[in-house]
């Protein structure tokens, strides 16, 4: 089995009302899908989505990623809320500068 690292930009606090409604929505629909960018060497930083990561490690299935540039700019990205607060910034950028929590995933479906 292969070891897939998906880094979030924070940590998630776990006895919350959104973490509940996320574990539960997940309990129902399965596996997330998470936008990441790829470093090459089997990490994946997530651009959002730190609950739907944290969720699924604690349940034990792997998020299903779609994968974003490194180039692409925030402001790009269509996202609900402004995470980041600068909209000039690149993924790549976010993902040097992030204080990053490190989730581990056993991929199954690699043998």
């Avoid at 609950?51 to 692409?72: K, N, Q």
């Avoid at 607060?85 to 690149?90: E, F, N």
């Amino acid at each position: 089995m292969e070891i897939i690292r998906v880094l979030t930009p924070h940590r998630v606090n776990k006895n919350t009302d959104h973490y509940a409604k996320v574990r539960a929505y997940m309990d129902e629909h399965g596996a997330p899908i998470i936008r990441v960018c790829d470093d090459g060497n089997g990490t994946y930083y997530a651009i959002e989505g730190c609950h739907r990561v944290a969720v699924a490690h604690e349940l034990g299935i792997m998020p299903l990623f779609e994968e974003i540039s490194a180039d692409m700019l925030v402001k790009d990205l269509d996202l609900d809320y402004d995470i980041y607060g600068q909209d000039d910034m690149t993924i790549g950028d976010i993902c040097i500068n992030s204080q990053a929590i490190l989730f581990d995933f056993e991929d199954i479906y690699w043998d």
